[in-house]
RNA sequence: GUUCCCGUAGCUCAAUUGGAUAGAGCGUUGGCCUCCGAAGCCAAAGGUUACAGGUUCAACUCCUGUCGGGAACGCCA
């Protein structure tokens, strides 16, 4: 599919620089699609800035435009318009020379090497230039089990992880889990003191815990060593850790942390213990570590997130002296009350006194400021990162502005300290790595206030997630029990639509709004099936299968021979076409712009111009057209809008039913 | 107190980063099933974009101020 936008661009842009040696990129031509459709389908709006510049009139400049332009294959003669707008009209045979040239799905589909089924593309080539993209997604603190604030950065990172990665990048999801610091010596002194009713049969054998140990950047070989040594002088299994409920276990081990002073010392020591690698807390930790990570993934299947990397805050604790000695040495960081501190400029705190980025804390500990510059120079110079993204909430907006600044000062470079790796030396002759924070706004409850029990706990993601399934379920069934609506599904069938759509309206919810804003969480607009919803979607897509199944009656299907006859005519055939054709236009917009919502904004217009294209008052036939031409060209529309549909919601993290 | 973000139709949200008459959905009102999935479609009403100035061919968007809401601000992450 070719991008029509970007293509009038260039005419329009080769134009301006015959004409005046205007520099081209920055989309210079100012081409975008038309607001309204009286205007045409798409406008440029470079004429005014440019006669401003050269001391012309508006009007004459897009008269010398439109004088010099070959433009004739795709559009009519442009037209001028207001003060200077240039319009374009799309001919329909150009619309259906894009649509034929749109190659069909292999039948059967083509299974690569790995056993993945190749991707329909919808003929969208991939970028040329392909980065490698680190992003920081979903990182909850694994003390606690997850709740309703880590859905917006683990669907958000996923559908930009998605994006880009369809765009050609080469993306790492990286779970920057909350796995070290004061609260997990609390933790394991806990489980040590009171092996009590939360604590159930899990074995966690030897190496089940020397796996966990290969993501946690601890000194791997050694320390397996040492575990191994304890298996053998004790019994094995090591490690019997099983917590019915993760929330309920850190509240109680908290609580007696805050009135137990005898406990909040011994908690205290664990974490020294901890970080000096004594085996039995060792053991401890990696096995409560397992159990929280186990909690995590359950809820990462359901949000179908996959090939997330567990590498959190543990992983870079052996780099955090290195990385204070280095800024030391670079005169970046200085002391200051005893911290050793990173004073970017521009930062002022609560007396308008320099605000510090506090890399070493005075009684010698590092705190998050430490790690998240790991972090950085990991990804930078290990990694070799062109674009680091950090999907994480607003709150933590200003703590990144001083990160990156810092970063700046710093100067870290995508080169290695090894001058032979020949692909850090080619990578290093690019241009600094871009670091982009997605501050995530709040997920507020119907009436706006923070999203709380009514306890003031916080609500749990598992819980949410089951409530979403099931208010599905309950749609669905009453849907069987009504005569007039049911459609003879089986119970699994039904259980099977209600995971699919409720998940699907959960994320598709939070990603049709704009990442940075608060928003309400009101499950009736969330579920309905009208308006810009997963219902809605997912309906379309679905009726679209059935058109389909129809038509293929017999075995036909739509090839590229029979497209040789597709005609556009009808008015809701050629508005459906040219919305088909914006796709690319989408896709390239957020590879710069990361915002999801532009898909799903795009999705919805394309599934409501369906719905009028195939309404029985508004629209045409299609199974049974006036005339083979247009039965054809009609199934076409629908093939390729259902596979549109398809691929920008899997863009999303969201799956389709063939019939729901 | 300082800094940053936000304020758009009755409600929930958009607005392609400065472009033409600010768009959707819900709700309200009125139409459309002898017909491929009506879980749908069409239409109407609804706005001084919080307020006051400014910048320019053009401002929801940029600048200044006011009011209202939120967040961050030295050893938690």
Redesign the pocket.
């Known amino acids: 599919m070719q991008n029509i936008?970007q293509i009038i661009s260039e005419r329009v842009g080769q134009v301006l620089q015959s004409q005046w040696g205007v520099q081209l990129g920055e989309?210079a031509a100012?081409v975008?699609?038309?607001?309204?459709t009286?205007?045409?389908d798409y406008?440029s709006?470079?004429?005014?800035?440019l006669?401003?510049q050269l001391g012309l009139k508006?009007r004459d400049v897009a008269q010398a435009i439109m004088a010099n332009l070959n433009i004739a294959d795709i559009c009519e003669p442009p037209?001028?318009?207001?003060?200077?707008?240039?319009?374009f009209r799309l001919k329909p045979e150009y619309l259906t020379n894009a649509l034929d040239r749109v190659p069909s799905i292999p039948h059967p589909p083509v299974e690569l090497a790995t056993g993945e089924t190749l991707q329909d593309r919808l003929g969208m080539p991939k970028s040329t230039t392909r980065q490698i993209i680190p992003i920081d997604m979903s990182?909850p603190?694994l003390a606690k089990e997850m709740h309703v604030g880590h859905l917006r950065p683990t669907v958000i990172g996923d559908a930009v992880a998605r994006i880009l990665e369809f765009i050609g990048h080469q993306v790492h999801r990286l779970n920057h889990v909350?796995d070290?610091?004061?609260?997990f010596g609390m933790l394991v002194q806990y489980i040590r003191d009171i092996p009590d009713q939360w604590l159930t049969d899990k074995i966690l054998g030897e190496d089940e815990l020397i796996s966990q140990l290969d993501s946690t950047g601890l000194d791997e070989a050694s320390l397996a060593d040492l575990i191994r040594n304890m298996i053998r002088t004790k019994e094995s299994p090591v490690a019997v850790i099983k917590i019915q409920d993760l929330e309920e276990f850190y509240i109680r081990a908290k609580d007696k942390f805050d009135r137990d002073p005898e406990f909040a010392q011994r908690a205290r020591q664990a974490v020294v213990r901890l970080q000096n690698h004594e085996p039995e807390i060792l053991v401890t930790w990696l096995a409560f570590r397992s159990e929280s990570l186990e909690h995590c993934h359950k809820i990462y299947e359901i949000l179908t997130i996959e090939n997330l990397i567990d590498r959190g805050?543990s992983f870079y604790n052996e780099m955090l002296p290195g990385v204070v000695q280095e800024l030391l040495e670079k005169g970046v960081a200085v002391?200051?009350?005893?911290?050793?501190?990173v004073?970017p400029s521009g930062?002022?705190?609560?007396?308008?006194?320099?605000?510090?980025l506090?890399i070493?804390?005075?009684?010698g500990?590092?705190?998050?400021?430490t790690?998240d510059l790991a972090a950085l120079k990991h990804r930078i110079t290990v990694m070799h990162a062109d674009r680091i993204i950090y999907v994480v909430?607003?709150?933590?907006?200003?703590?990144f502005e001083m990160l990156f600044a810092a970063l700046k000062m710093i100067g870290w470079k995508k080169e290695t300290d090894s001058p032979d790796n020949q692909i850090a030396q080619a990578k290093a002759c690019g241009s600094l790595t871009e670091t982009i924070h997605l501050?995530t706004?709040?997920l507020?409850k119907?009436d706006?206030s923070?999203f709380k029990t009514r306890e003031g706990g916080t609500v749990k993601l598992k819980d949410l997630l089951n409530e979403a399934v099931e208010r599905c379920r309950a749609?669905?069934q009453a849907?069987e029990a009504n005569p007039?609506?049911q459609?003879g599904?089986s119970p699994e069938q039904i259980e099977h639509?209600a995971k699919v759509?409720g998940i699907a309206a959960v994320k598709y919810f939070e990603l049709?709004?704009?990442?940075?804003?608060?928003?309400?969480f009101?499950w009736?607009?969330m579920l309905?099936?009208?308006?810009?919803?997963a219902?809605?979607m997912l309906?379309?897509y679905?009726?679209i299968?059935?058109?389909l199944?129809?038509?293929a009656n017999g075995g036909e299907r739509t090839t590229n021979n029979e497209r040789q006859t597709t005609v556009l005519t009808h008015p809701a055939e050629l508005a459906l076409a040219k919305q088909l054709l914006r796709f690319p236009?989408i896709i390239e917009?957020l590879g710069s712009?990361l915002?999801p919502?532009?898909l799903t904004?795009y999705l919805?217009d394309l599934?409501?111009?369906f719905?009028?294209?195939?309404?029985?008052?508004?629209?045409?036939?299609?199974?049974?057209?006036e005339n083979a031409v247009a039965r054809q060209t009609?199934l076409l529309l629908c093939e390729l809008t259902g596979r549109a549909l398809k691929l920008g919601l899997s863009l999303l993290g969201i799956g389709t039913?063939?019939?729901?």
């Open positions: 936008r989309n100012q975008r699609p038309s607001g309204d009286k205007f045409g406008q709006n470079c004429a005014m800035g006669a401003r508006p037209e001028i318009a207001g003060p200077g707008f240039i319009n990182s603190n909350g070290w610091g004061t609260q805050e002391e200051s009350d005893g911290a050793i501190c004073f930062f002022k705190g609560r007396d308008g006194e320099p605000l510090p506090i070493r804390k005075s009684d500990g590092f705190g998050y400021a790690t909430g607003n709150q933590q907006k200003q703590h501050a706004g709040m507020l119907e706006g923070p749609f669905l849907n007039e609506k459609r599904y639509m759509i049709s709004h704009h990442y940075g804003t608060d928003y309400r009101d009736e607009e309905a099936l009208e308006g810009n919803t219902p809605y309906y379309a679905a009726r299968q059935s058109i199944r129809k038509s236009e917009q712009e915002r919502n532009l904004e919805y599934s409501k111009t719905s009028t294209f195939y309404d029985r008052k508004t629209g045409v036939r299609v199974v049974d057209a009609r039913l063939d019939r729901m």
